[in-house]
């Protein structure tokens, strides 16, 4: 009997620390998100700041500054997801075929995944600065004027237009890129060369060696890569908040927006609601990827 | 066996984390030490005794030395009493604001915290988190020797709930003469925003790319606004928008129109914060910039003289206003060691304690009778306005409005910055008025 249980006791504490901290809190935050919310305000009036049950939702959702910054969600995320993975692939390609001074280039690529977000943010916030012409522009926009390109100067971040969080990403995909490059590294390695060196006596191109051969058993990698990088993304928060600043309009994601509502706003109820719809969409992401990756693991036994 | 061993100290660890959560709250149950020593009335030779937790945001330069100085009073009134540092660093308390909103929330609240004299404290005190401190204020002097209208504001329901320790000016702006030398601009004030705009445009006409130095962070922005609004609208109308005023009105409508047209002539990045917008103006780089009058540490510092690098105005069209913030310490209920926080309480209002204090800080006191003697030549006619101006209340700084408001009219400005929809920011004051008034 004791023998038939003495995996579970072992478990037991991480479940439940689990249980009380991950699970517990989740529940909380979602019960808080329900909750009304009246203020008494220094006019002396009483403002019903949240209405309370699935009405906080409708509210949250209405709200035109949470819509743009679930769509700055989206550029940002496209444009980190895409850059990491294009980078990544292309300098995982590169020190594939085994360059001189490899591991060299190796920790080139990755040093920059060593700094943290909000270090290096304050260093991009400088090189990102939107000030444009002669008289104030720092950073990128210097650089462009003194190499000639003065019509390539941009606002980056600070652009009224709807896709300036591609400028945003920017950082995000020079921090990740080199781990993406790793994984792929990691990936290429792992194929024998036994598959390339048949491939070529049948005479396949360079091309459909990787085309045909050694790409269809990255893309698990690929996968994971994506799902890394993706939820990464969708829960960046530092990084923005480096750069931007915080309360900033333009540059908000709802994680940054959640720090406005909960400390600036001090509407705890919103404030739960948005990180609960957070946490949806980055379930609507992990959760069909760990289902399928249970399944490969399993056909794979 | 093996696994035998392993479950067991599983367990042992699951009992110890048991065990210390246990322990936590028997610790809170108790209370800290000193609670129970200084349960005599405040103000006995020597002090209550004990730590004394003090929260500020005063982490950094004219603030921190200010601080300083009056811990230095502090210890000297008080020597059975231990001064503990809680200051947290970020700008404008940012930072510090959140910190301190968790302690409160877990019932663990410093001695004493420094929050914005006005509407930003009544956030705590609704939430019943600040305990009357009448008594300290009666204790040093009351109305006889802090203005009256300062006291209302820090009053609700009658009862006074932070000592205020410092007062700073908002609408002031900071001038380099020689870049108006460069445009021939005289170096008097001009009489209203119009003329001054003019200028500006002279100034460009001149050369100057950026008459005007304003930082990229959302506040430093609202705060030229605030300055903007006054002068359009006048002292009383603008008080009446943080009653029952009407945001919908033309005054606030012409006022985004030349906050409009004053943002036309500033730099559109490269400043982030203040620091770099009045360092702009001190390097020549820009003509004017408008800051709190803590920006005159900044010129101490790098040494520039008065008069001759340069000048301070009222800001076009708010003479004879003096749009005011202040910072106070109060006593936050469940504080650890009470008597200890009003022994604070009383250096930080004493006369002595606001002299030591605002020398080193660069800010005026809040008491109208320390003499203005000691003070350098700004501070000495900052005072002179404090006494005989009309009042008006900062809303960048938490003296007019609820922190939830100023985060909504914050927001409005940051989208202002980049999209310069007019209709839109007006819409923006009018919604966040209406859901937070």
Known sequence: MWKKWQGFWLVLPSIVLVLVFVYGLIAQTFATSMAPLTRRTFAGNEQVVSPGGFDNYAQLLADERYQRALWNLLVLTIVFVGGTMLFGMLWALLLEKGVTAEGFFRSVYLFPMAVSFIASGTVWKWLLSPGIGDHEAIGLNRLFIMFGLPELQSRWWSDPGPFNMAAMAMPAVWQLAGYVMALFLAGFRGISEDQREAARVDGASEWRIYRHVLFPQLSPIALSALIIIGHMSMKTFDLIYAIAGQNNYVADVPATLMWVQLFSQRNAPVAAANATILLLIVALVVIPYLIYTNRTEKGGR | ?437
């Open chain 2, 1 to 437: 066996m093996r696994f035998k061993t392993l479950v067991a100290v599983g367990m042992a660890g699951l009992l110890a984390l048991t065990a210390c959560g246990g322990g936590e709250t028997t610790d809170d149950a108790t209370g800290a030490p000193g609670s129970g020593q200084g349960t005599t009335s405040e103000g006995q030779d020597g002090g209550a005794g004990g730590e004394v937790g003090v929260f500020t945001w005063w982490a950094e330069g004219s603030e921190k030395a200010g601080l300083e100085a009056l811990q230095a009073e502090f210890e000297k009134n008080y020597p059975n009493d231990t001064f503990i540092n809680l200051a947290v660093a970020g700008g404008a308390g940012s930072n510090a604001k959140a910190k301190l909103e968790a302690d409160l929330q877990n019932n663990n609240p410093p001695d004493s915290f420094q929050g914005h004299a006005g509407a930003e404290l009544y956030d705590y005190i609704v939430a019943d988190q600040l305990e009357p401190v009448n008594d300290v204020i009666d204790g040093l002097g009351g109305t006889d020797v802090f203005p009256e209208n300062l006291l209302n504001l820090l009053t609700v329901d009658g009862n006074i709930y932070s000592v205020p320790s410092n007062v700073h000016r908002s609408n002031v702006v900071w001038v380099n003469p020689a870049v108006l030398d460069e445009g021939g601009v005289s170096h008097d004030a001009p009489a209203d925003l119009d003329a001054w705009l003019a200028d500006m445009e002279t100034l460009k006409g001149a050369g100057v790319e950026t008459p005007l130095a304003v930082g990229t962070a959302p506040w430093t922005q609202l705060h030229l606004f605030e300055s903007v609004l006054l002068a359009e609208l006048g002292t009383d109308e603008y008080n009446a928008l943080f009653t029952d005023g009407d945001w919908g009105a033309d005054g606030v409508r012409s006022a985004i129109d030349k906050y409009a047209q004053l943002l036309s002539y500033a730099n559109t990045g490269g400043a982030d914060d203040w620091p770099q917008a009045t360092d702009m103006v001190i390097d020549g780089n820009a003509a004017y910039n408008v800051m709190g009058d803590w920006a005159v540490a900044q010129f101490a510092q790098r040494d520039k003289q008065e008069g001759t690098d340069y000048l301070y105005w009222p800001t076009p069209g708010t003479d004879g206003t003096f749009l005011f913030l202040a910072d106070s310490f109060t006593l936050p209920k469940g504080a650890k060691n009470p008597e200890g926080a009003k022994d604070w309480l009383n250096t930080v209002g004493s006369a002595e304690g606001q002299l030591a204090f605002n020398l080193a800080k660069g800010s005026i006191p809040a008491r109208t009778d320390v003499a203005p003697d000691e003070f350098p030549p700004y501070q000495q006619s900052a005072m002179e306005s404090f006494k005989n101006d009309a009042f008006a209340s900062s809303i960048a700084h938490g003296a007019a409005v609820q922190m939830a408001w100023s985060a909504d009219i914050s927001t409005a400005i940051s989208k202002f910055w980049t999209d310069k929809d007019a209709d839109s920011f007006h819409e923006g004051l009018k919604q966040a008025a209406e859901s937070n008034r």
